[in-house]
């Protein structure tokens, strides 16, 4: 542990029995997990605005790279980043281990932060240089989040998401060898770079990295955050996470290379690995104890997503045969229904996950209780109503998504940017306001920042 670094191993509590916090002797500073979600944050924000700028371009060419960049501001800077933040968050805690350095998740936050708005950009803008040096970064990306999780995961007893997060760097690897090549391929022309190759790269970046995440992580956190004991859901975990992995692992080149005989069995294999995982949460959702909450609505939310995603995928591939556009059209509204999923869960996970570190960190300080004298609790990090508006404006931006794009409709497209930017600015003001009216109250206003009871600056040790 540096120097400086907060001493939480004395905050030892439970919830339906797990360790939530005792084994955070493992776990880095604050600042790095939260760095990445305030940048996924910043990332939506981006996303939105390319969303809105692209949306006539989208409906009558989704692989063109005003798209391209939209979709890579959604899946870089928003999606892969937030997940990145959770893992250097989660992954020290579920293998009981510390990562390797905290300068390497530093590395790893900046240099992904770089190739996240550099790649885009450069496709936006048709600027080679741009795009190659993204490209660059990415890569050393990629080596610093496999050595410095590489000492957490090599944990022997962290069973099914130990293994799920193993399978999910691998995808990341994956996702970034195809993102290489193609990089290198816009200026040597090496090969047709058309629509299902880069289909054949989505598949494993949606799924294979950061759907294999979700799933494998979930097997964990589901049992806490719903405060569900299923007896023997354990096999239905690594069902999930094994034919996911082997479902990529053949649909991605069968795709790619065009062939069915490799492409549906992969598809197959997914579509069972995603059913299993479907299942846990019916499972866990059955033996939950826990009210009706942000978390809870955002899951099941996710769970619909993915539900239309196939339904569109499925819709796809019956239609090109016979109109390639529509067939297309389809395609790019089953992706924003994919990344609508992970979206959605991200939403509902920051919504616990944000408050757990921001609430550690303050009992640390010696902040034990609100302005206004009572415990502080998780639920007085956030608003629960404007939780509620994150989650509606979520859902309304990937539905806006997914109909503009699958009927070639531009100012739904455009709608589902603003929307995307509701979301995020709702977000970022509700975590940041709600901590500063605990940290720094002004004297004699309300408490949170949705009102409350009139209070005055308590000492830093109460």
């Known amino acids: ?85 959770a893992l250097h968050q989660f992954g020290p805690v579920v293998g009981r281990r510390p990562l390797r350095s905290t300068t390497l998740a530093w590395g790893t936050f900046s240099t992904w932060l770089g190739a996240s708005w550099l790649i885009p950009i450069g496709l936006a803008s048709k600027t080679e240089i741009l795009v190659e040096v993204g490209g660059a970064l990415a890569s050393v990306s990629l080596g610093l989040v496999i050595v410095n999780l590489s000492g957490p995961l090599s944990s022997k007893d962290g069973g099914v998401t130990v293994n799920g997060l193993r399978l999910s760097l691998a995808g990341l690897v994956c ?140 819709l796809a591939a019956l239609e090109i045969p016979s109109n390639h556009h529509t067939g297309v059209a389809l395609v790019a509204g089953a992706i924003a229904a994919f990344g609508g999923w992970i979206l959605t869960v991200l939403v509902g996970h920051l919504h616990k996950v944000v408050p757990f570190i921001v609430w550690t960190t303050l009992r640390t300080r010696g902040i034990k209780s609100t302005p206004d004298g009572r415990p502080l609790l998780f639920g007085n990090l956030y608003s629960k109503f404007w939780s509620r508006v994150t989650l509606l404006s979520t859902q309304v931006a990937v539905g806006s998504l997914c109909f503009g794009l699958s009927c070639s409709l531009a100012g739904i497209v455009r709608m589902a940017g603003v929307f995307f930017m509701i979301s995020a600015l709702v977000t970022m003001a509700n975590f940041s306001l709600s901590y500063l009216s605990v940290v720094n109250p002004p004297t004699g206003t309300s408490d949170g920042f949705l009102g409350g009871s009139t209070y005055t600056q308590p000492s830093q040790g109460s």
């Open 175 to 314: 996702t970034g060898c195809y993102g290489v090549v193609y990089v290198a391929d816009r200026r040597g022309n090496w090969f047709n770079l058309s629509g299902h190759v880069v289909l054949a790269h989505a598949l494993v970046g949606i799924f294979g990295w950061l759907g294999l995440t979700y799933v494998a992580v979930s097997e964990r956190l589901w049992p806490m955050f719903l405060l569900a004991h299923v007896p023997g859901n354990k096999k239905l975990g690594n069902l999930a996470i094994w034919t996911i992995a082997l479902g990529v692992l053949l649909a991605s080149p069968g795709v790619l290379l065009g062939l069915l005989w490799l492409s549906w069995p992969g598809a197959v294999l997914l579509a069972v690995g995603l059913g299993a995982h479907s299942l846990s949460l019916a499972n866990h959702i059955r033996c939950s104890k826990r009210p009706r909450d942000i978390y809870l609505m955002s899951i099941i939310a996710g769970e619909f997503w993915l539900l239309v995603g196939l339904a569109l995928s499925i």
């Open 1 to 85: 542990m540096e120097q400086g670094e907060p001493e939480v191993q004395n905050i030892k509590f439970r919830d339906n029995g797990l360790p939530l916090a005792g084994l955070a002797r493992n776990v880095p500073r604050a600042s790095i997990p939260i760095s990445f979600f305030v940048a996924s944050g910043f990332g939506l924000i981006g996303c939105s605005l390319a969303w809105v700028w692209a949306g006539k371009q989208a409906t009558i060419d989704p692989t063109a790279d005003q798209v391209v960049a939209a979709v890579h501001l959604g899946m870089l800077a928003t999606l892969s980043m937030g997940v990145l933040g």
